[in-house]
């Protein structure tokens, strides 16, 4: 780096922010090591009857990056602007330049009271032009900045020759873990969060957006799950990315059992929160907007399998796109194959068993974590699941 | 029936303030306007809201409270393109100034929408700091606005010419009752035919209108309101293709206070089920056509980036312009 060239200087401490944004390296408080937990699949536990994709996450739909920056800092009484800080974000990355190149989409809101921006293009052209960010409720704003910062780097027509985007940013609320007022999120995480996007294995639980969040009051966070149709379906993929931070501890099913109501321990300390889950969907099967709202509620159905009533403070915002159909701006008309609605139901299947598992994922994969005032969220205990399950004959 | 002297304003509707913030310097010709629905020092309060978009897609924030439970309790932010971040996350720090836990009736969700004034604004400086837009809030005042180049109106082009902010008011009486109808309106898209006037355009037009009312209207029937006063610029020929509208209608008398007290209460609220509430749709697109007249006839020249000048445009000319 021989360079002192603002630029330079400036991707100079971005790498620097990458690395530091890798969350196995930061400590933190937690009871147990990372290797004690593993996903649901892992425990034997299988959800419905699809095969998953090799990594059993939103990635295994061809082109579909995802990055997480998380910061997890300090301990002990809230200092407003202080700490302690459980924070991050997460990228969801549709496709390469997705600004020109746009994907179908649509959304659905089971329970309104969360937000999720830039949806307003959804609804009147059926496309997603932005990557999608996940972050805590306080931070959306600054999340919104900093992924209009991205989105000003990569395009420098934006704001001269082309309009000006609106980045798809959704939250749920950190309050029980988190300094929430004091933020703690800048455009240089964002930006972080974007350059760690990568296809692959998917990290959960307690990273980025998901780490200050709360799962049937159990600690929550970032979960993910694929299915894959039979070829005789078109073989296609899709994938489910959650950030869980919603339910009550008696509402718990997992694969039908009821477990929540079997761990009545481990309870966090009850505070005014809010509880909420934002499910992302994405497939390479060509789906017009019609079709994608139509799996949208079926992320709504494997989201009640677990147990979820849909609770009146829970911003329950559902998105699904499809990046096997891309329109590329400025064509005057572009020939598209789309799914056969007859053989849907398949689909169906796929986007319910996938979040059921991605929502179940979260739990088992995020591990316990103090936050401010020593609030603490105990991970969901796995060693006690095959007894539970025998219990009721699973 | 009362006797209310109207002064052509959106803050005739009892409890509405707004505020303006203008930044004019070189190739920075930008601002905001904020709508309060009630003053400041009251707390813990929704009120009922209805919304219309028409033609392209319409950004705002907050939307999903708004669409699902019909109600809001944020003051509504237009800004320009790239301070919806900025402008959001001010509302934020509102928000956790009234209370930590940002409720849905103490100024959570926030309420922002962003306008594309990029033909004089230099978008890509983001000069508007979350600071101003704190401080515009908080001197909202209850007087007539000013119309014009002002506020988000600043850097706004119509009709190829200088494009504005304006306001008007309007009583309707149905039944044996007077209510408040009024409207602001910011003006960023429209053609004139045949006109001599420059190819002056936003890569994004749009025309974002609130309306508000002392009806007491629940969301069904504001968001019927909305769309009359969007109806009202019909005879503007606005169907361009990239013509954003959107409109939002909120009513100031039935309220919902407390709602997060810890006790089982109903809320009282009147239902307006007169048969017939066009006096109310025709008082918001009368007062929406005039809060347009209003935004363009006060608009002054503003020069900006690349050294490009909008000019104010006769109001006649636009409306022999618009003729098919």
């Known amino acids: ?394 | 029936m009362q006797a209310i002297v109207l002064q052509n304003s959106i803050t005739d509707v009892r409890g509405v303030h707004f505020g303006h913030f203008t930044l004019a310097s070189g190739d920075v010709q930008t601002g905001l306007t904020v709508i309060l629905p009630y003053p400041l020092a009251q707390r813990n309060r929704k009120l009922f809201l209805g919304s219309f978009a028409a033609g392209n897609w319409n950004e705002w924030t907050g939307l999903h409270v708004a669409q699902d439970f019909g109600t809001f309790s944020s003051p509504i932010v237009l800004c320009n393109a790239t301070t919806v971040g900025i402008a959001y996350d001010a509302l934020i720090t509102f928000g956790h100034q009234r209370e930590p836990g940002l409720p849905i009736d103490n100024a959570w969700p926030p309420i922002v929408i962003g306008l594309d004034d990029g033909y004089l604004n230099d978008l890509r400086e983001r000069r508007i700091t979350h600071d101003d837009v704190l401080r515009t809030i908080q001197e909202a005042k209850n007087t007539p606005m000013l119309c014009g180049s002002v506020g988000i109106g600043r850097g706004l082009c119509a009709f190829g010419g200088k494009g504005g902010v304006g306001e008007a008011s309007r009583a309707a009486v149905i039944g044996s009752e007077r209510y408040v109808v009024g409207a602001v309106l910011a003006a960023n898209g429209g053609l004139v035919r045949n006109s001599e006037t420059s190819a002056a355009t936003s890569l994004a037009p749009s025309f974002v209108l609130l309306i508000a009312t002392d009806a007491p209207l629940l969301p069904e029937a504001l968001r019927r309101l909305a769309e009359a006063g969007m109806r009202g610029l019909d005879a503007f020929g606005l169907a361009e293709n990239d013509a954003q509208q959107l409109a939002l209608a909120f009513s100031t008398t039935n309220v919902i206070d407390n709602a997060f007290e810890e006790k089982f209460q109903l809320f009282k609220q009147q239902w307006l089920t007169h048969d017939d509430l066009s006096p109310l749709f025709h008082a918001a697109a009368e007062s929406v056509c005039e809060a347009l007249r209003r935004a363009v006839e006060n608009a002054e020249a503003v020069t900006g980036r690349k050294g490009r000048t909008l000019a104010p445009i006769a109001w006649q000319r636009i409306v022999e312009g618009v003729k098919p």
């Open chain 1, 1 to 394: 780096m021989t360079s002192l060239h603002p630029l330079s200087r400036r991707r100079f401490c971005q790498q620097l922010l990458v690395a530091t944004c890798a969350p196995v390296l930061l400590p933190f408080t937690k009871f147990e090591t990372a290797t004690s937990r593993q996903r649901l699949r892992a425990l034997g536990i299988i959800i419905g009857s699809l095969p998953t994709g090799p990594w059993n996450a939103i990635t295994d739909v061809p082109g579909v990056k995802v990055g997480h920056c998380t910061r997890i800092e300090g301990e002990g009484a809230l200092q407003v602007g202080r700490g302690p800080i459980r924070t991050g974000v997460t990228v969801i990355m549709p496709r390469e330049n997705i600004f020109h190149e746009n994907v179908t989409a649509a959304r659905f809101v089971l329970n309104g009271n969360g937000e999720m921006t830039g949806v307003g293009r959804v609804d009147q052209t059926g496309l997603l032009e932005s990557p999608i960010f996940l972050t805590d409720t306080s931070n959306l704003g600054r999340v919104m900045n900093g992924g209009l910062t991205w989105f000003m780097q990569t395009y420098p027509e934006i704001g001269d020759t082309a309009r000006v985007p609106v980045p798809v940013v959704a939250e749920t609320w950190a309050g029980f873990l988190h300094d929430t007022e004091g933020r703690h999120l800048r455009d240089e995480h964002v930006l972080a969060a974007i350059a760690n996007a990568k296809t692959g294995p998917v990290q959960e639980g307690v990273v980025g957006g998901g780490v200050g969040m709360m799962c049937y009051d159990f600690k929550g966070g970032i979960g993910t799950a694929s299915r894959v149709l039979p070829q005789t379906h078109g073989g296609y993929t899709f994938g489910v990315l959650v950030q869980a931070n919603f339910g009550d501890r008696e509402q718990l099913m997992i694969n039908g059992v009821p477990v929540g109501k079997e761990i009545p321990d481990l309870q966090p300390v009850e505070g005014k929160k809010s509880k909420s889950i934002i499910l992302i969907g994405a497939t390479d099967a060509p789906m017009i907007p019609s079709q994608l709202q139509r799996l949208c509620k079926r992320m709504a159905l494997g989201l009640a399998r677990t147990g979820a009533l849909s609770s009146h403070g829970s911003g329950d915002l559902l998105l699904f796109f499809s990046n096997g159909i891309v329109l590329r701006e400025h064509d005057t008309a572009t020939d598209i194959q789309i799914f056969n609605d007859e053989w849907i139901s398949r689909a169906h299947q796929a986007a319910m068993e996938a979040t059921e598992e991605a929502i179940l994922n979260a739990l088992c994969v995020a591990e316990t974590m103090v936050g401010i005032n020593g609030n603490t969220a105990f991970a969901l205990p796995l060693e006690r699941l095959p007894e539970i399950m025998k219990k009721y004959g699973r």
